[in-house]
């Protein structure tokens, strides 16, 4: 059987882009890992990546207008038998086969100026754009992944599609998080809860501060420094809260172990998410898990994770207090049960279903 030649685009490789940077780089290992017959891949990078896959350098960045351009011209003249694009942003001028993974649809949920870092005159001009873009991967593509049931039905009451064009594909904690890793860090020598994402304001931190605030604990947030980081930081300023509130940049994964496994649990008062890996990240690391009873959080963490409403300070304080007044015993054998539900996930499972989905795209099963 002739190998049909597949390329990833894995433009948000590595940590900068956060979440989707450990997508990138997960799935794109765990492929490797399987050694798939009658499939070769080839990969679009930004620069030089660390991979035994062969790869297509363009300088195209992820959600520019020159990617609707460069990407459409590399790929058509790779001529692939399928792409798959790690999320929406997908060339409209591209019409050829491909699959896309679709994280979330949180721009369809919220708007406004403090969403963005673009000014009130091209800020409609880039959310037409999101709107365009994501309305063409989802009716063009031949397949759609999702993280998350949640995603699923967000994607098919937004858009009229068939429902077997979407398959749910759990994503994973990396295996690293399970494993001790030598780290030099020196944890914090007080109690502490522990924040991990971007600042965006649907991760709602504001009520999150407002919360903490009312308790004896300190909060570390653990967050990018973009221009979401900086207006957080104004927030914490006008709340007068820099006594308790920390926050930390970019953390190595064996430093945020250390961080995650130190402290009293970490803690997301988000209102949207896609499939919520931080919060698995922290069960694998040994800790307990506050979450927002929202979105995907309830399916992906399951019975495992200690649930509250994010809109009332109220409910966030009494499941905080909750957690500081569990007896030992009672809370090692709860991280010991969330610590073997996040190891039911796996990048390998991910791997391998996606597999499928290459397969069922071109005719190979």
């Known amino acids: 059987m002739k190998?049909?030649?597949?390329?990833?685009?894995?433009?948000?490789?590595?940590?900068?882009?956060?979440?989707?940077?450990?997508?990138?780089?997960?799935?794109?290992?765990?492929?490797?890992?399987?050694?798939?017959?009658?499939?070769?891949?080839?990969?679009?990078?930004?620069?030089?990546?660390?991979?035994?896959?062969?790869?297509?350098?363009?300088?195209?960045?992820p959600y520019s207008v020159s990617?609707?351009?460069?990407?459409?011209?590399?790929?058509?003249?790779?001529?692939?038998?399928?792409?798959?694009?790690?999320?929406?942003?997908?060339?409209?001028?591209?019409?050829?086969?491909?699959?896309?993974?679709?994280?979330d649809l949180i721009k369809h949920h919220s708007s406004g100026l403090s969403t963005t870092t673009k000014s009130i005159f091209t800020y409609p001009i880039k959310r037409l754009g999101y709107?365009?873009?994501?309305?063409?991967?989802?009716?063009?593509?031949?397949?759609?992944?999702?993280?998350?049931?949640?995603?699923?039905?967000?994607i098919l009451n937004h858009y009229k599609i068939n429902p077997k064009k979407i398959t749910t594909i759990y994503e994973a904690a990396d295996s690293q998080h399970f494993k001790y890793s030598k780290s030099d860090l020196i944890p914090p020598d007080y109690p502490y809860l522990i924040y991990i994402g971007n600042a965006y304001p649907h991760k709602n931190l504001p009520?999150?501060?407002?919360?903490?605030?009312?308790t004896n604990l300190k909060l570390l947030i653990v967050t990018g420094r973009d221009i979401f980081y900086h207006r957080l930081r104004d927030q914490i300023r006008k709340q007068k809260a820099q006594n308790f509130i920390k926050i930390k940049g970019f953390t190595s994964d064996q430093d945020l172990k250390v961080l995650l496994k130190h402290s009293l649990a970490f803690i997301t008062t988000s209102l949207l998410e896609g499939f919520g890996l931080p919060g698995l990240e922290a069960m694998a690391s040994e800790t307990l898990v506050l979450a927002s009873k929202r979105a995907s959080m309830?399916?992906?963490?399951?019975?495992?994770?200690?649930?509250?409403?994010?809109?009332?300070?109220k409910d966030i304080i009494k499941k905080i207090n909750y957690v500081?007044?569990?007896?030992?015993?009672?809370?090692?054998?709860l991280i010991k049960k969330a610590k073997t539900h996040a190891a039911t996930y796996s990048w390998e499972k991910?791997?391998?279903?996606?597999?499928?989905?290459?397969?069922?795209?071109?005719?190979?099963?």
């Open 350 to 365: 991910t791997a391998r279903k996606t597999i499928k989905i290459y397969e069922n795209c071109l005719s190979l099963r």
């Open 298 to 313: 309830p399916e992906v963490y399951g019975q495992h994770a200690i649930f509250f409403n994010p809109e009332t300070e």
């Open 3 to 61: 190998t049909k030649q597949i390329v990833i685009d894995a433009r948000f490789w590595g940590p900068s882009h956060t979440g989707l940077g450990r997508y990138t780089k997960s799935l794109v290992t765990a492929l490797k890992s399987l050694k798939v017959r009658n499939l070769e891949f080839t990969l679009l990078v930004n620069k030089k990546t660390k991979t035994n896959f062969k790869t297509i350098l363009v300088k195209a960045k």
């Open 207 to 214: 009520v999150l501060i407002k919360a903490v605030s009312q």
């Open 324 to 333: 500081t007044k569990l007896k030992s015993s009672t809370r090692a054998q």
């Open 131 to 154: 709107f365009t873009t994501v309305k063409h991967a989802v009716i063009n593509s031949k397949a759609i992944i999702a993280p998350s049931n949640w995603v699923k039905n967000d």
């Open 67 to 103: 990617e609707q351009f460069e990407i459409s011209q590399v790929l058509t003249k790779a001529n692939p038998d399928l792409v798959h694009f790690l999320h929406f942003n997908v060339p409209l001028l591209y019409k050829k086969p491909f699959v896309v993974t679709i994280h």
